[in-house]
Nanobody, 123 residues
């Protein structure tokens, strides 16, 4: 499985960005997807996850109500719509594939990772 994240950039606080993660290598609808982020000097944190059909989603507490994860299985792509961005959202955002069983929020539950895309929120 190969993952390609895009859509990062510089945005002012209060603004919005939409990240995309395109997958290849296996039937996209077979697996669940997650977004994580890592700010400088911090550990990688869970942001959001979505099941294979898109009918179930999970969010980290710090992004609930502001971020929305979705997927388009016909396009082999998962999205992260980020609204009301704050300076503390500044991080490298990475997408990942979850095939094995395990907690949605746990790094070790994910099997494949893409390269990250940098999001910088200016205050």
């Amino acid at each position: 499985v190969q993952l390609q994240a895009s859509g990062g950039g510089l945005v002012q606080a209060g603004g919005s960005l939409r990240l995309s993660c395109a997958a290849s290598g296996r039937a996209f609808s077979d697996y669940e997807m997650g977004w994580f982020r890592q700010a400088p000097g911090n550990e990688r944190d869970f942001v959001a996850a979505i099941n294979w059909s898109g009918g179930t989603t999970y969010y980290g507490d710090s992004v609930k109500g502001r971020f929305t994860i979705s997927r388009d299985n016909a396009k082999n792509t998962v999205y992260l719509q980020m609204n009301s961005l704050k300076s503390e959202d500044t991080a490298v955002y990475s997408c990942a594939v979850k095939i094995r069983a395990g907690r949605w929020q746990a790094l070790e539950s994910y099997d494949y990772w893409g390269q990250g895309t940098l999001v910088t929120v200016s205050s």
